[in-house]
């Protein structure tokens, strides 16, 4: 079967999914083809690498306030 680029449509789902196509369509048999799915969510890969990096980067600033934070309490001394 070939399909003509023109006879393609675009529609977004709901949160379940569905794809409302219309009342033109309303008590007809139809067809339909998922020729591609595109998600606007990031994919376990890249939540993985922002954790990874987050949790590294929270590291470093609990590095950074220990040393900060020990000079302060020597200095109040002073």
Do not use: I, Q
């Amino acid at each position: 079967m070939k399909v003509d680029a023109t006879d393609l449509k675009t529609n977004e789902t709901d949160d379940r999914g569905r794809v409302y196509l219309g009342t033109e369509y309303a008590n007809k048999r139809v067809t339909v083809a998922v020729v591609e799915v595109e998600s606007d969510r990031p994919d376990d890969d890249e939540l993985a690498t922002a954790y990874r990096k987050a949790s590294e980067s929270a590291e470093e600033l609990a590095e950074e306030w220990s040393e900060a934070s020990g000079e302060a309490w020597e200095h109040l001394d002073e």
